[in-house]
């Protein structure tokens, strides 16, 4: 199975500064079709995960522009361009490139 | 809109089963996937097995295998998770999320809101 690390476990972050999380694979995601299956899901507290960013970069419609992502191969990263109040909570990194789906540990965001 | 409601929440005793069920809207049901996943408390996310909700055809985490049985109601638009011989490291919140259409490789995008499933003596 695919290992998902990501890092940090928590990050505390004044409003309107940035924040970045990093996710890192057990080995490669791209799949054979030359896509690379990393999403990035954020989770409040007793609700359910909303996808935000699939395919590396790809943002959700509706998501705000301040989430992007970046990174290829094994390498990724979730950037916040200003964090906002909304954006507490749990932030995780998927892969879907194989079964099983496995995800990153979370990391916590909170406002300093 | 692309609703997935889930049972309510259950209690069960060790060695007991539970059926957890994921009602779909706003979508035709046949055409997306759908998975199963659980998070226990501390732990990441856990997939536990996909349905095909055309054919039925499943897969399922080698973690989960010979425990875990996924089925669908066409006609109800809902899928279905059975988990057999619960032990309290059961205990956790259970997802159902939509996978893309057949034939497509993708992420998960709608999840269902959980059930919490309580396993104790």
């Known amino acids: 199975d695919i290992v998902m690390t990501q890092t940090p476990l928590s990050s505390s972050v004044t409003l309107g500064q940035p924040a970045s999380i990093s996710c890192t694979s057990s080995q490669s995601l791209i799949y054979s079709d030359g896509n690379t299956y990393l999403s990035w899901f954020h989770q409040r507290p007793g609700q359910a995960p909303r996808l935000l960013i699939e395919k590396i970069s790809h943002r959700l419609s509706g998501v705000p522009d301040r989430f992007s992502g970046s990174g290829a191969v094994t390498d990724f990263t979730l950037n916040i361009s200003r964090v906002e109040a909304e954006d507490v909570g749990l932030y995780y990194c998927?892969?879907?490139?194989?079964?099983?789906?496995?995800f990153g540990g979370g990391t916590k965001v909170e406002i300093k | 809109q692309v609703q997935l409601v889930q049972s309510g929440a259950e209690m069960k005793k060790p060695g007991a089963s539970v059926r957890v069920s994921c009602e779909t809207s706003g979508y035709t049901f046949t055409t997306y996937p759908l998975n199963w996943v659980r998070q226990a408390p501390g732990q990441r996310f856990e997939w536990m097995g996909w349905?095909?909700?055309?054919?039925?055809?499943?897969r399922y985490s080698r973690e989960f295998q010979g425990r875990i049985t996924i089925t669908r109601d066409t006609s109800a638009n809902t899928a279905y998770m059975e988990l057999t011989s619960l032990t309290s490291e059961d205990t956790a919140l259970y997802f159902c999320?939509?996978?893309?259409?057949?034939?497509?490789?993708?992420?998960?995008?709608?999840w269902g809101q959980g059930t919490l499933i309580t396993v104790s003596s």
């Open positions: 998927m892969q879907a490139t194989e079964l099983p789906l496995t």
């Open positions: 999320a939509r996978s893309p259409p057949i034939g497509v490789t993708g992420s998960v995008d709608y």
């Open positions: 349905l095909n909700t055309g054919s039925g055809y499943t």
